[in-house]
Structure formats: C-alpha cells, structure tokens
C-alpha cells in the first residue's frame, strides 16, 4: 500500500510540473512570437506607399459592364459596401462569397458570348494573323459587334497602377480579365487589312500599358496577367507582324516605351503581394470569430492555442523577402531560385502558444512563390527577346551578319546567366525558360532579312 501511495504521489508530482514546464513554455512562446523582426516584416507588407496617377481597379472590376464612365465610382462605391458585410472569414453558415453580386450586374453585359468568344485569338503565342485572315469579313463584323466593349478595354492606356478597392476577404473575388485580351484579334484584323502603322501603334500600346499596369499591381493574379499580355499575347502579335515587314521598317512611338530593357520593377513580386497579404492579415485576426458562437469551452480554446499575430508572423517574412536586397540581387543576376518551402511541422517552440496557428499554416503552407518568382524572370527575359528583336531591325542594314547583330546587342538586353539564341531552322529567336511547365523555350519569328540558317556563322 505504501508503494501505491508513493507511485501516486511522484505520478501525480511529475503531472503537476510537467504542467508547470507546459504553462511556462506556453507563456514564453506567446510572449517571444510573433518576434521583431516578424513584426516588422508585418508592418512593411501592411505600409501601402502613396502612388501618383489613376486607378484602374474600379474599371477592370466592371471592364465588361456598360457601365457609364461617370458611375464607375458610385458602382465601386456600392460593391465595396456589400463586399463589407461579408465576413472577413465566412463560418460555415454564412453564405459563400459566390453569392456576391456586384451593382454592375444592373447594366447590359458586353461580354461575347458562344460562337462570337471562340472567334476571339486567346491561346498564348497564337498566330493571330493567320486566324484573322482565314476570313477577314467575319472576323471586321465580329470586331464591330464588340467595338463597345474593346474600347473601353483601351480605355485602360489612361490608367496607371491598380490596387484593389474591396476589402480583404477570403476568397474574394477578381476582375474578368479575360476581356483584356480581346483588343488583339482588332489589331492582328488591322494589320492584316494593311493597317500596318495603326496595328503596331496599337499592339505596342497594349504592351507597354500591362507593363505598367502589372508593375504596379498590388495583388499577384494582376501581376501575371500583365506578364502573360505584354509577352504572350500581345508581344507575340508584334512580333508576327514584324516578321512580315521589311527589317527597316521603322516602329511607331508608343513602341520604343513598349520595348525598353525590363528593370527591377518587371521582375519584382515585392509590391504585387499587398493585396495577398491583407487577405492572410484579414483571415488571421478574424479567425477566432469563427467561434464567437460556440460555448465557453470552444471559445477558450480558441483564445489559448490561437494567436492571430503570431499565426501572421510566421508566414510575414517569407512575403517580405520578396521585397529585400538579397531578392533585388538575384533578380538582377537572373539566378534560378532553387529554396525548398521551410519546415512547417508542429514541434517547433512557436507552436507551444500557438498550436492552432501552426495547424492552419500547416494547411495552407508557408508560402516561397518559387513557380512565381521564375514566371516573372521568364517575362524579364521575353521582354528582352523582344527589345533585341526591335535592335536588331533598326540595325539590320549595317553590313552584320544576324549571328554578329544579335551578339552586338547592348548589355541592358542581355542576361547574366542564359542568353538569348536562334531557333534551330535560323528563322527565330528564343529563350530558355525557368518555369518549363509551358515549354523549355520562348521564340518569336524573325524578318528574313534577319533569318540565320542552320550552322552558319
């Protein structure tokens, strides 16, 4: 008997302190994180710098509503306040964010519908010159079926940046942004029609507006659809009508803004990620109120294994570092980035306060945007297989040969660490790729004057 009670006594002994243990490191767990420079990683992604120019938010959000350009505002104005009354993290009697329904609703959709949508050039490097004029009558009447809503689609050459007007929701929704692309089968018409100026004015325009616009983005699906128009839609169209014309056809005006060497802010995720950010900010603090309906227990669970800071802490540094030196230094170099996600197991010493924290991180992983961060180095270096292209028409007829002309690029056009080559026939120039999960390369076709035949020097 005397033995029970003594192994009872250190049983219940050894209990009390590895609950003492557990209460100590929960409360320094909970004291230590987030820590300072989590903190700081947190106020550096929330700060949102002042920007200079217009909007372009509210016009893409109803791009393909005839709204009236003088109601744009008091229709963002309406969506805002309705996307307000939805909870920051809908529980799972709350409605789903896919019964939202936008003011623009209440104006005629512009959009092509069926037959007149599949007409429309939409596939990334497309030959939009060839669909056009396999017959140009149909292809000018579906361009004026829809000319309404292709110019307020130009419409966005006016704009300057575009940071979101709703508030940070999960599972908020985007933009059609489908529409902006449907400009291209106009100008490929256009030039096929002998257009020629007019459509390269206007493909050089559209380049050089999602250049602008996707730089300075503040959420991440803007920043590659800009990527994706300026090269893979519009790019390529430009350059398909450049094969077609002599080498020393000059370029219109809005080209030389369109085909200028990418800088920092082409290759840059830093201020695309805003927007993202302030959703897992959103999600992050409001996610205990998914409980304020459940009895005490639920409730106190939440508030001792749940810290919404801390939970937003260890994923704020992974944004950030989309934003520091070392970032800037790679893109420049042009380095693949090979960095594997960090451990997200629970046996880390941030996960004794936080526990639920970690779980939901755990769920939705620590974010490296490693796939991302190797789209946008692609688009740097597309952006550069078309500058060199425009380079080496304006010096095509100084007596070098295309091998000669395409070494004798400026530097700015070059890459440190892949270099831009001829295609296997001489009759394109390519690129290797970063993200291959489209293709191992990038090429545009060449003018003749510029074609290098297999093996020649």
Not at 337 to 343: F, H, I, K, L, T
Not at 363 to 372: I, L
Not at 377 to 396: C, E, I
Request: charged letters at 25%.
């Amino acid at each position: 008997m005397n033995r029970l009670k003594s192994v009872m006594k250190w049983g219940f002994l050894s209990l009390l302190f590895l609950f003492v243990v557990l209460a100590i490191a929960w409360a320094v767990s909970r004291a230590i994180y987030p820590t300072e420079a989590q903190r700081e990683a947190i106020a550096a992604m929330e700060h949102q710098p002042e920007r200079s120019g217009d909007n372009a938010f509210s016009l893409l959000w109803m791009i393909d509503r005839d709204v009236p350009f003088d109601e744009i505002d008091s229709v963002m104005a309406e969506d805002v306040d309705r996307a307000s009354d939805i909870p920051p993290v809908p529980g799972p009697d709350d409605d789903d964010l896919s019964t939202f329904v936008s003011a623009a609703r209440d104006y005629p959709d512009l959009s092509p519908k069926g037959a007149d949508r599949e007409m429309f050039c939409r596939g990334r490097g497309e030959t939009c010159l060839d669909r056009v004029r396999e017959d140009l009558d149909a292809y000018a009447a579906l361009i004026d079926r829809h000319d309404e809503l292709l110019e307020r689609v130009g419409r966005l050459h006016e704009y300057d940046y575009v940071r979101s007007e709703l508030p940070h929701k999960l599972g908020m929704l985007n933009p059609n942004y489908q529409s902006v692309f449907l400009p291209r089968t106009r100008h490929a018409l256009r030039f096929a029609q002998g257009d020629t100026n007019q459509a390269l004015a206007a493909t050089c325009r559209e380049i050089a507006t999602w250049r602008r616009l996707g730089a300075n983005a503040d959420n991440l699906i803007t920043r590659l659809i800009g990527a994706e128009a300026a090269t893979d839609q519009y790019g390529h169209t430009l350059a398909d009508m450049l094969s077609e014309l002599p080498a020393g056809t000059p370029l219109p005006e809005p080209c030389g803004e369109a085909l200028v060497a990418p800088g920092i802010d082409d290759l840059s995720l830093c201020r695309a990620l805003k927007s993202d950010f302030g959703i897992m900010a959103s999600v992050s603090r409001h996610l205990p109120e998914t409980a304020s309906e459940g009895g005490f227990f639920e409730q106190l669970a939440w508030s001792m294994f749940y810290d919404g800071e801390a939970t937003l802490g260890a994923v704020a540094k992974s944004y950030h570092a989309m934003c520091a030196s070392s970032e800037r230094e790679r893109l420049l170099a042009d380095r693949r980035e090979s960095s594997q996600p960090a451990p997200r197991g629970m046996w880390r010493f941030a996960c004794v306060g936080n526990p639920i924290g970690c779980m939901v991180n755990g769920v939705a992983q620590n974010p490296v945007f490693t796939g991302y961060r190797h789209r946008l180095q692609d688009y740097g270096t597309k952006l550069r297989v078309l500058g060199t292209l425009a380079w080496m028409r304006r010096h095509a007829d100084e007596g070098r040969s295309p091998a000669e002309l395409l070494a004798a690029r400026p530097d700015e056009l070059k890459s440190p660490a892949r270099d831009i080559e001829f295609g296997p026939e001489g009759r394109t120039l390519r690129v290797p790729l970063y993200d291959t999960t489209r293709g191992e390369y990038w090429s545009v076709p060449l003018p003749p004057e510029l074609h290098r035949s297999a093996g020649s020097s």
